[in-house]
C-alpha cells in the first residue's frame, strides 16, 4: 500500500495520527557542542550544527526528480519478494506497512537501553570502581587491600584506547606512588552491589549464544567485554593467550584421522560458564584450534593481572590465601582512591555504532542496581526499569499534538527481555519503534544519540552501506540482526540553506524472511534509505533547487 495505514479503533487512531504533525526542532548549545564530536559536524552559533554533506550534483546528477517515491515498489520491486516488512516512514509522504505486526527487535532494541541510560543515568554518568586499604604502623606497608566493582563495562576495552592491563597498571601505579612497598593480608575483589554476582542469561537467548563472546554476561568487575581466546595445540596441550584468566579448561580429545572439537560450558557454583569441557578429535600435525570464549569469572583475571602488576611495580606481596571470604562494603573514611570510566555519552559510541551487546547487558542491569528494586536480581530489575521507560513512550508527542496522553500504551508493543536485542523472545512494532523516534529529537540528551548512531557509509554497522547515494554521510540509523531478521532504524536529517540539520526525519524498516534472502532485505531498506534522503531535502539550494 501507498498510504499511511492505521489501527480502525478511535483511541489507536488519535493515537496514530499525530504521527503526522511536521517537526520544528534545533539543537540547543548543549546538544550542539556534542554532537561535534566523531560526527563530521562541525560547532557553529549556539543551537546550530552544520554537517558537510556533497553538493547538488555530486549527489544527485542531473536526473533527479520531485516525483514522490513508490514505497512499495521500493520495497518489492518484483512484487514476490519473499521478504515481509514492518515500515513507518515520515516526511511529506508518509508510510505504513505491517506497522503493528511484531517483529524480533534484535540489535534495535539498543535504541530503547541507550535512550533508558541517557534518561535515568545521565550523558555525564560514569561507573566507579573504589581502591581502599587499611594502615598499618608503617608508611611504606598496607593491610587488606580491596576493589570494590559496580559494573563498569570498558576495563580493557580498545575502543577506549586500553588493554588487559591498563586499569590494574593503573592502580598499582598509584598505589606506588604512595609510597607502598609491601602490602600484606588479603587481596579481594567486591561487588559493591551484590546481585552482582548472580549471573543469568536473559530468556530466549539460543544455548550457541550462551557460547559466544558476544553472549558474555556482565559482572561487578569486567575485562575486555569478559571474552578471552583459549588455545588447543594437541590432545593433552591448550592454554588461555591471555594472562590471568582463571577459568578451569579440561581437556578430553582423542588423536584420531581428523581434528573435529566442540566446547561445552559447564556451571560452577551456580555460576554459567564457570569452566569448558573441549572434547573430540585431533589429527597429529593439525594447526592450532583457537576458541573465543565468554568469561564469567572476571574477579579472579583482575586479580591475577593485579598481582603481577604490583610486583613489577616492586611491591613486596605476603598475602594471605587462607581467610575465608566475607563480602564487605566500601568505607567512606578508608584510605585509597577511584576509577572512573569514560562518560555514558561516550560509552555509547561503540555500544550503538558497532552494536558491542556487551555494554547493553551491562547498562540494563546498572539501570537495575540504580533504580530498580532491591529485593529483585538485577536482571529483572533492569527488565522493570526498562517497563518504566517504554510506559513514558509517546507522552512528549501527545502532548506536543495536544492529546490525552496514555501512560503504557505501548507496553504491548515493545516487549524486551534483554538490554542488547540476543532475545527471541523480545517483540516489536514499527509503530512503537516510530513513536520513539519520533519525540527523542525532542529530549534534551538527543544530541548524545545522534552522535552514537553508525553514519551510513562513514563507520560502525553501516560503513559499507550505501556509498555512493545521497544518504551516504547523512543517515544515521541503527541495525539489527538476528537469524531471519534484518532491521534498518534511524534518522535522515532535513537541512536548511547553511546546511545545518534543523529536522530528523524517522524512518523504520523491519524485515523477516530466511537467512538467505538478508541480502534482499539490506538492498530494500538502502533504497528507501536512499529515497527519503533524496525527497526530503529535494527543495532546497543544495540540491538545485
Known amino acids: 500500500m501507498n498510504h499511511l495505514s492505521r ?62 517515491p513508490n514505497w512499495g515498489k521500493i520495497l518489492d520491486p518484483t512484487g514476490n519478494s519473499p521478504v515481509q516488512y514492518g515500515v513507518e516512514l515520515l516526511g ?25 541510560a541517557l534518561r535515568y543515568l545521565g550523558p555525564s554518568f560514569r561507573f566507579t570502581t573504589d ?29 577506549f584506547g586500553e588493554n588487559n592491563r591498563t586499569r590494574v597498571n593503573q592502580i598499582a601505579e598509584k598505589i606506588g606512588a604512595a609510597g607502598v612497598q609491601k602490602i600484606t593480608g588479603t587481596l579481594d575483589l567486591f561487588s559493591a552491589d551484590p546481585r552482582w554476582d548472580h549471573l543469568e542469561f536473559p530468556e ?35 592454554s588461555w593467550q ?46 592450532p584450534v583457537s576458541f573465543d570464549l565468554p568469561i564469567h569469572d572476571a574477579k579472579s583475571w583482575i586479580r591475577n593481572l593485579l598481582i603481577l602488576a604490583l610486583e613489577e611495580q616492586g611491591i613486596v606481596l605476603e598475602l594471605d590465601r587462607n581467610v575465608p571470604f566475607i563480602q564487605r562494603a566500601p568505607l567512606t573514611d578508608a584510605p585509597g582512591f577511584t576509577l572512573s570510566s569514560p562518560p555514558l555519552s561516550e560509552i555509547m559510541k561503540p555500544f550503538v555504532k558497532d552494536s558491542i551487546n556487551f555494554i547493553g547487558e551491562d547498562l540494563q542491569r546498572k539501570l537495575g542496581s540504580v533504580r530498580g528494586n532491591e529485593s529483585d536480581s538485577l536482571l529483572l530489575a533492569g527488565q522493570k526499569v526498562m517497563k518504566e521507560f517504554i510506559s513514558t513512550i509517546g507522552l512528549v508527542n501527545a502532548e506536543f499534538a495536544k492529546v490525552t496522553p496514555i501512560p503504557g500504551y505501548f507496553l504491548d508493543q515493545v516487549v ?20 520513539t523516534l519520533r519525540e527523542a529529537p525532542f529530549k534534551d540528551n538527543f544530541s548524545h544519540l545522534w552522535d552514537a548512531f553508525p553514519i551510513a557509509g562513514v563507520d560502525g554497522t553501516l ?22 531478521s534484518y532491521h534498518l532504524s534511524g534518522y535522515v536529517p532535513r537541512f536548511d540553506e547553511r546546511r545545518t540539520a534543523v529536522e530528523f526525519i524517522p524512518f523504520i524498516v523491519l524485515s523477516q524472511t530466511t537467512s538467505s534472502h538478508k541480502a534482499e532485505a539490506h538492498a530494500a531498506q538502502d533504497r528507501v534509505a536512499v529515497a527519503l534522503t533524496r525527497m526530503i531535502n529535494s527543495s532546497l539550494f543544495l540540491f538545485g533547487n
Not at 511529506?92 to 533508558?116: D, G, H, M, W
Not at 536485542?421 to 516510530?434: F, H
Not at 554521510?473 to 541495525?479: D, L, Q, S
Request: hydrophobic fraction near 35%.
Open 7 to 68: 489501527n480502525s479503533d478511535a483511541v489507536s487512531f488519535r493515537w496514530a495520527r499525530w504521527l503526522l504533525v511536521p517537526l520544528a526542532l534545533t539543537f540547543s548549545t548543549a546538544q550542539a557542542a556534542s554532537e561535534s564530536r566523531r560526527s563530521g559536524a562541525s560547532l557553529l552559533a549556539a543551537g546550530e550544527v552544520r554537517i558537510s554533506i556533497p553538493d547538488s550534483e555530486s549527489i544527485f546528477g542531473h536526473d533527479h526528480k520531485d516525483t514522490p
Open 92 to 116: 511529506p509522504s508518509p508510510y505504513a506497512e505491517n506497522e503493528r505486526i511484531y517483529f524480533p527487535p534484535a540489535s534495535v532494541s539498543k535504541i530503547f537501553t541507550s535512550l533508558a
Open 131 to 159: 581502591v581502599q586499604w587499611e594502615k598499618t604502623n608503617s608508611s611504606h606497608q598496607i593491610r587488606n587491600l580491596k576493589l570494590f566493582g559496580r559494573g563498569d563495562p570498558t576495563w580493557g576495552m580498545s575502543e
Open 204 to 238: 530466549g537467548w539460543d544455548e550457541s549464544d550462551q557460547l559466544k563472546c558476544y553472549g558474555a554476561l556482565p559482572q561487578s568487575f569486567n575485562l575486555d567485554v569478559n571474552c578471552a581466546s583459549y588455545e588447543v595445540r594437541g590432545p593433552t596441550s591448550g
Open 242 to 287: 591471555s594472562k590471568g584468566v582463571a577459568t578451569p579448561v579440561e581437556l578430553s580429545i582423542v588423536r584420531g584421522t581428523r581434528t573435529n572439537l566442540r566446547v561445552e560450558p559447564i556451571s560452577v557454583n551456580g555460576m554459567p560458564n564457570g569452566r569448558y569441557l573441549i572434547s573430540g578429535t585431533w589429527k597429529a600435525g593439525s594447526d
Open 416 to 435: 524486551l527481555y534483554d538490554g542488547c536485542g540476543l532475545s527471541k523472545k523480545s517483540q516489536v512494532t514499527s509503530q512503537a519503534l516510530m513513536v
Open 463 to 484: 560503513a559499507t552501506r550505501m556509498k555512493g547515494t545521497v544518504a551516504e554521510g547523512v543517515v544515521r540509523a541503527k541495525t539489527g540482526t538476528l537469524t531471519g
